[in-house]
């Protein structure tokens, strides 16, 4: 077998190379003063890794252009306004 998958949360997998790679990068890290991890909490952090990836997907708002240039011009008509709709007086401030 030259890969497998160990894990999947959502539509992200997690392969056992991924964890192999992980794991020895943690133990190289060991070396330098940290205390070595064992393979079940580097596989526990990808995994935790994956599900926030899916989360922050699942979460993501799209806006549009068009949405952002009537918020736009909506904020500036309310600046506009306390000042009097004058725009020279506000290029001073």
Do not use: H
């Amino acid at each position: 077998v030259v890969d497998k998958i160990v894990a999947k949360v959502d539509n992200n997998i997690v392969l056992e190379s991924e964890v192999q790679k992980t794991y020895i990068e943690a133990i190289a890290q060991s070396q330098q003063g940290m205390e070595a991890p064992n393979r079940c909490s580097v596989f526990e952090s990808l995994l935790i890794n994956k599900l926030m990836v899916a989360k922050a997907e699942i979460d993501s708002v799209v806006v549009t252009d068009a949405e952002v240039l009537v918020q736009t011009n909506n904020r500036f008509s309310m600046v506009m306004q306390q000042f009097g709709g004058d725009e020279n007086m506000l290029a001073e401030i």
